[in-house]
């Protein structure tokens, strides 16, 4: 039915394995329970028509063989008994169809999270959150409905099957016409599942650009409120919806035209076929009233077919690009995390000729830099907008490797296996600060699981939150909310200070962690880092202000390079 190769390390889940086997046999055997019923209307009607009927074609001599034409009330029981079987086996079919169908989307929701956290820093810098979000959200929940109507499409196949071998022991004729006129339907749709591909992929495209804009737009309601600029922002994103509508409507336009010419060629093949079986089969009506029961049967079921293939087509695009995408996290892959042991910083932090280029950069973002950070002192960094001070920063946690050169820590090489087990031993802390919609303790335990109250305290009084923390009408218990809207800026920074610190860290970042704030909580702030100093290294990114006095050293950078130290 067309699946993509994209598709196949889906096939290669153990649950999907698991199920597969089983799911294969329910469908066969409701298709067979169905055929099966439907060859027994030949007898059926026969023993309704009365003794002196005739049975035409090529069964009459078996039901006679076996006497079922004149045993009425045994073959409308087993006709009763087969429509029972039927009906617990779609029933069984039905719920493993779905077990099928949630284990494959289920499986790639897993491998697609996983991959993206499992990748390099260097490529997730480079990954636009909205990117992510189409993939986690809107490709994979299209990657579920084409799966849905992939299955429904190999269970309709099989049925087809079925109904076609019991047209063949009716009366092999009319089951040959039949089943040509329905390969005939089928490739005359071949035009219409190509355009559900064309504008599958489209439509990835442009949930992509709905959401880029969607997440600018929220990103920036405070400017958009401000500036008066509702109208454009409102533009920018109805457009896109308006794409997604076009598109929609250019899918639903080939789905009905399919639909029409279905049902109307159906109606003329099975006109010809019953004028052929009767003028020129000589057929009884006993015979062709089960066969235009298959083919009643049937004719629905290339409709349900040819939809779902034409859904799956409009749905594969979006499995290839959320495959392309995982393979693309998979090959930046971090080196897996191994019991090695983590540096220790009792001396210093080196950086020895370090040069770094990000991809699509015409210019390094830092270039043969060589440069030293004291340990249990603090160095601040400072210098204009790209001059490498957050790749500095990046590189001294472990999230990135350099291009060339080397970063030590007492000597010891931040690489591969050492570059995770460092991170272990350090805290970041940037302006953005991540606080879940969870009560302030989960919050501040985040960084450390089994943090006790009492070291959640101390950790409070060291970044100079424990005051407005007890003020809290629930304390520790308190509600944040999403994004910690219940608490001001400085608050914020404060509690991220104390999740920090909750991982006694050998080093501390701070990257324009006080930007945003206002004197009293930045001198509030630096006052809790004085009380720091000696007990573990600090690196700080700022510009101004109050933090900058608490350098015990500042390094400049320009435009990826070091050109002052004092």
């Not at 990954?127 to 579920?144: E, F, K, M, W, Y």
């Not at 029961?293 to 004719?299: C, D, I, K, Q």
């Not at 009380?531 to 933090?547: D, N």
Request: hydrophobic share 55%; charged share 15%.
């Amino acid at each position: 039915m067309g699946a993509a190769p994209a598709g196949q390390e889906a096939m290669r889940d153990p649950r999907v394995r698991q199920l597969a086997p089983r799911v294969a046999v329910l469908q066969i055997a409701a298709a067979l329970t169905e055929g099966i019923g439907l060859v027994l209307l030949v007898p059926l009607l026969a023993g309704l028509a009365g003794p002196g009927s005739a049975v035409g074609g090529p069964l009459a001599g078996a039901i006679a063989d076996l006497g079922l034409g004149r045993n009425l009330p045994a073959l409308l029981a087993l006709f009763v008994v087969l429509v029972a079987a039927r009906a617990a086996l779609v029933m069984a079919r039905n719920r493993a169809v779905l077990t099928l169908e949630l284990a494959l989307v289920d499986g790639l929701q897993q491998r697609a999270w996983r991959a993206l956290l499992g990748a390099d820093w260097r490529l997730l810098q480079g990954l636009r959150r909205s990117d992510q979000a189409s993939l986690l959200i809107t490709n994979l929940d299209r990657v579920g409905q084409g799966v849905n109507q992939l299955l429904l499409a190999t269970t309709t196949v099989v049925t087809l099957l079925a109904l076609g071998l019991a047209a063949l022991a009716i009366y092999p004729l009319f089951a040959l016409g039949g089943g040509l006129a329905g390969l005939l339907v089928l490739l005359a749709y071949r035009g219409l599942r190509g355009q559900a591909a064309r504008l599958g992929e489209a439509l990835g495209a442009i949930w992509d650009r709905v959401h880029s804009a969607i997440g600018e737009a929220l990103g920036a309601l405070r400017s958009i409120k401000i500036l008066g600029r509702e109208a454009e922002a409102e533009a920018m994103v109805m457009s896109g919806f308006a794409e997604l509508g076009a598109s929609r409507q250019a899918y639903h336009i080939g789905q009905a035209l399919g639909q029409f010419l279905l049902q109307t060629g159906g109606a003329a093949a099975l006109a010809l076929l019953v004028w052929l079986a009767l003028a020129q089969g000589q057929l009884s009506v006993v015979t062709v009233l089960p066969l235009i029961a298959v083919f009643a049967r049937a004719l629905p079921l290339i409709g349900i077919l040819q939809e779902a293939w034409q859904q799956w087509r409009h749905a594969a695009p979006a499995l290839a690009a959320a495959e392309a995408q995982i393979a693309a996290m998979r090959a930046a892959a971090e080196a897996p995390l191994t019991p090695a042991a983590a540096p220790d910083l009792a001396r210093e932090a080196r950086f020895n000729r370090v040069t770094l280029l990000y991809a699509g950069q015409a210019q390094p973002a830092l270039a043969e830099v060589t440069l030293a950070i004291p340990a249990r002192q603090i160095t601040a960094l400072v210098g204009p907008l790209g001059a490498g001070k957050s790749t500095v920063a990046d590189l001294l946690a472990g999230l990135l490797g350099p291009d060339q050169g080397t970063v030590t820590i007492d000597g010891a090489v931040l690489e591969g296996a050492a570059q995770r087990a460092w991170r272990a031993q350090m805290a970041y802390i940037d302006q953005d600060p991540l606080l879940l919609a969870a009560s302030l303790r989960d919050n501040l335990c985040w960084a450390a699981p089994a943090a006790s109250d009492a070291q959640v305290w101390a950790a409070l009084e060291d970044a100079a939150a424990a005051d407005f923390v007890r003020g809290l009408p629930e304390g520790l218990d308190t509600r944040l909310g999403d994004g910690g809207r219940r608490l001001s800026g400085g608050e914020r920074q404060r509690l991220m200070l104390a999740r920090a610190l909750l991982r006694d860290p050998q080093l501390l970042i701070l990257d324009e962690a006080t930007s945003a704030l206002d004197a009293d909580n930045e001198a509030a702030i630096a006052a809790a880092l004085g009380r720091l100093r000696g007990r573990m290294t600090i690196v700080l990114i700022a510009h101004r202000g109050a933090l900058l006095d608490l350098a015990d050293r500042v390094i400049r950078l320009e435009s990826g390079r070091v050109v002052d130290e004092s």
